[in-house]
């Protein structure tokens, strides 16, 4: 069974400033997705970027990158030049690729992200 | 994004009485999830369907059944509520040989 760990509970930045959410997870299969979603007020679950496992580049989407350390079993989310609107609670989520289990997600407990005007 | 309802949106309902949740997709895709939200827990799976009439219970299951008699519709079942099926609901769908799963926006459900 794949486990996802987020350590912090809750994070601030200052507008425009940069922040970094940690996400380390625990799996046997060394092919899989990683995923961060993000879920303002309104609840909706929104995909905010995602990582394949046997790609190396490190994926970016707009101000959202990642530093995924495949060995570590680490993935971390890094917001730049962070804006009000990136109020939220973050989610670190694993899908395994292929095999039992292959049709879900496992989700870690989330980050309170703050923006500090 | 994919076409996805929930309904009803928020129900109060009172310990012991059977609920039923309902998603919907107009994506034709094949897979769906039943998730639950609690504080401190993140998001849960409780069942999922790889096709009509085709389910499998997932993390936490116990206390809940699904049914899907077609494509476009998941239903999820409390058969006798308790206080601690208090929670957020999210459906999800997906479609074959895709990764990303598209999410309903939630039913919050509180059993007093």
């Known amino acids: 069974a794949q486990t996802v760990t987020q350590s912090q509970p809750e994070m601030s930045v200052q507008e425009a400033e940069t922040v970094t959410l940690s996400c380390t997870y625990d799996?046997?299969?060394?092919?899989?997705?990683l995923f961060w979603y993000k879920q303002p007020p309104s609840r909706q679950m929104i995909l905010v970027i995602r990582?394949?496992?046997?790609?190396?580049q490190n994926a970016t989407e707009n101000r959202f990158s990642v530093n995924f350390q495949k060995a570590a079993k680490s993935f971390s989310l890094k917001i730049s030049d962070s804006q009000l609107g990136d109020a939220a609670m973050y989610f670190c989520?694993?899908?395994?690729?292929?095999?039992?289990?292959?049709?879900?997600?496992?989700f870690g407990k989330g980050t309170k992200l703050s923006v500090i005007p | 994004d994919a076409g996805i309802t929930q309904s009803p949106r928020h129900k109060v309902t009172e310990t012991g009485t059977p609920v039923t949740l309902r998603c919907h997709q107009t994506?034709?895709?094949?897979?769906m999830y039943w998730y639950r939200q609690d504080p401190g827990h993140g998001l849960r799976l409780i069942h999922y369907s790889y096709g009509v009439k085709d389910t499998d219970k997932g993390e936490v299951s116990d206390g809940y059944s699904v049914s899907r008699s077609k494509t476009e519709d998941f239903l999820l079942t409390l058969e006798s509520a308790t206080s601690s099926q208090t929670s957020v609901y999210f459906c999800a769908t997906k479609q074959i040989l895709e990764w990303e799963q598209y999410f309903g926006p939630g039913t919050r459900l509180t059993v007093t």
């Open positions: 799996t046997s299969e060394s092919d899989y997705y």
């Open positions: 989520a694993h899908h395994p690729y292929s095999g039992a289990g292959s049709y879900q997600l496992t």
């Open positions: 990582q394949e496992a046997y790609k190396q």
């Open positions: 994506e034709n895709h094949r897979y």
